[in-house]
T-cell receptor, first 112, second 110 residues
Framework: EAQVTQNPRYLITVTGKKLTVTCSQN?????MSWYRQDPGLGLRQIYY???????DKGDVPEGYKVSRKEKRNFPLILESPSPNQTSLYFCASSTDRYQPQHFGDGTRLSIL | QKEVEQNSGPLSVPEGAIASLNCTYSDRVSQSFFWYRQYSGKSPELIMS????GDKEDGRFTAQLNKASQYVSLLIRDSQPSDSATYLC??????????FGSGTRLLVRP
């Protein structure tokens, strides 16, 4: 089954404790991206990647890092999480940057 | 800052009626337009894409695009309670970034 898989689905943690949210897709997609969704603000892009070892900042990259060492994986790293990073996070992928994106099930992060 | 605007709603329609959802965008050279449906607590799901002016129909859904007016809409015919969700308009801008509106909440009353 074609899918984008995120882990964990839910996480409650504390300020400053490094965390990684994993994202993996099995569709051989080149383009992957991370979004955060906050009430009233819609989906905002954090980072995107057009292919292996090619990543770039989206609209709200501060406080986040990503890497793309393999085509299927695109982890989101919060080196020192803060409460303002409490949000619902989605990973998405598509064949290329021109095609509509398919979303993972989401990760709800709470930073206390 | 490029923007995609949607009325937050809720838009309430009776079962069987036509629901009309609207979206405007600011980037005049945008070429690709998408409608996603998002149920509460779930991920966005692509339901329509449209790339040229006019109407595009898929089952009960019709997307309409007017690039001159920078306006895209989604019509849902014979609305069902299962259509109750938030509908997100997304526009791919001139730098190929996908920009989302904040969504319109649709309620279909049985």
């Amino acid at each position: 089954e074609a899918q984008v898989t995120q882990n964990p689905r839910y996480l409650i943690t504390v300020t400053g404790k490094k965390l990684t949210v994993t994202c993996s897709q099995n569709m051989n997609h080149e383009y992957m991206s991370w979004y955060r969704q906050d009430p009233g603000l819609g989906l905002r892009q954090i980072y995107y990647s057009m292919n292996v070892e090619v990543t770039d900042k989206g609209d709200v990259p501060e406080g986040y890092k990503v890497s793309r060492k393999e085509k299927r994986n695109f982890p989101l790293i919060l080196e020192s999480p803060s409460p303002n990073q409490t949000s619902l996070y989605f990973c998405a992928s598509s064949t290329d940057r021109y095609q509509p994106q398919h979303f993972g099930d989401g990760t709800r992060l709470s930073i206390l | 800052q490029k923007e995609v605007e949607q009325n937050s709603g809720p838009l309430s329609v009776p079962e069987g009626a036509i629901a009309s959802l609207n979206c405007t965008y600011s980037d005049r050279v945008s070429q690709s337009f998408f409608w996603y449906r998002q149920y509460s607590g779930k991920s966005p799901e692509l339901i329509m894409s449209i790339y040229s002016n006019g109407d595009k129909e898929d089952g009960r859904f019709t997307a309409q695009l007017n690039k001159a007016s920078q306006y895209v809409s989604l019509l849902i015919r014979d609305s069902q309670p299962s259509d109750s969700a938030t509908y997100l308009c997304a526009v791919r801008d001139s730098s190929y970034k996908l920009i989302f509106g904040s969504g319109t909440r649709l309620l279909v009353r049985p």
